[in-house]
């Protein structure tokens, strides 16, 4: 299994669409009615979808796995008190496929596809995001969160800090995030670039198309993964990463007590600056748009 995509709706699709191009670096996957996909470099459909709507929303926070992985998650969200719809046979959407939409605890809506159509990987560039690296979501009760994610997806807690769960679907040290908050709504969504050269030469592209750096760069705790935050133009906080930690199995969960940090520091580097008000701003403005059962 692994993060695909996530899918939003805002009011100026074209606008979003340009800036996730150009300067963010993905490439055009497509546009149908109100949806256009944009597509990262490796072996995935799309890994964002922006639909024209009235109001800002996720729409869906999609994972793509095998057909028996997949149907595995199914059979046991049907058994579970998690609301969800039927099996989908065909998805009308860039990489096509089988699937099902699911909600969680608190409203945030999840999707597991089984792509039918192959998609060729590009070459890597530093100029692009390689895929999704994480979405992170604000939460009420992010234990319950956890256990759905564990107990229903299958999925392994990798660390808790002492506002955040860290979750993983496969070798990646997260795919999902929940950090605490007064309000259930997108956090941010990151993407993994090819190195860390790939995410300084990033905050230089931002900067020159005036989306400067909201906070980086940094090293973070959990993860290992260097950080670079924007908010960009239609209201989300976005993020370029690199070397984010890949662990195996036998990964020691970490605890709050292991995530601590001295005084004023709050990653590896303590080099950061932090547009604090830009952020909270942001991560308010996506709230879930639950999938029609
Ligand atoms: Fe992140």
């Known amino acids: 299994m692994r993060l695909r995509s996530v899918e939003l709706e805002m009011p100026d699709r074209a606008a979003a669409a340009a800036f996730l191009q150009n300067p963010w670096g993905l490439l055009d996957a497509g546009t149908r009615g109100n949806t256009t996909w944009l597509r990262a470099t490796a072996d995935q459909a799309y890994a964002i979808a922006v639909t024209e709507a009235p109001a800002k929303a996720v729409s869906s926070i999609t994972f793509e796995g095998r057909k028996a992985e997949v149907e595995a998650v199914f059979a046991r969200v049907q058994k579970s008190k998690l609301k969800h719809g039927q099996w989908i046979a065909a998805f009308d959407e860039p990489g096509r496929g089988a699937g ?130 924007f908010v960009a133009p239609f209201g989300a ?32 580097w303590g080099i950061a600056a932090r547009d604090n008000e830009k952020l909270i701003a942001s991560s308010k403005a996506f709230p879930y748009r639950p999938p029609a059962a």
Request: glycine share 8%.
């Open 100 to 229: 099902f939409c699911v909600s969680g605890p608190e409203g945030e809506p999840y999707r597991f596809v089984v792509e039918q159509d192959k998609t060729a990987a590009l070459p890597a560039d530093r100029a692009r995001p390689l895929h999704l690296s994480h979405v992170a979501l604000n939460s009420g009760d992010r234990e319950a969160a956890t256990r759905m994610m564990v107990d229903v997806f299958g999925f392994r807690l990798s660390d808790r800090t002492r506002i955040m769960n860290f979750v993983r679907c496969d070798n990646t040290h997260h795919c999902i995030a929940y950090a605490d908050n007064d309000n259930f709504s997108l956090n941010h969504i990151a993407f993994e670039m090819v190195d860390t050269d790939a995410v300084m030469r990033g905050m230089g592209r931002l900067k020159d198309a005036a989306c400067p750096t909201a906070w980086g760069p940094g090293r973070h705790g959990p993860g290992n993964n260097v950080f670079s935050y």
């Open 237 to 268: 906080c976005i993020e370029y990463t690199s070397e984010v930690q890949r662990v195996t199995d036998d990964y020691k969960v970490g605890a709050p007590e292991d995530w601590k940090w001295p005084p004023g520091r709050g990653d590896h």
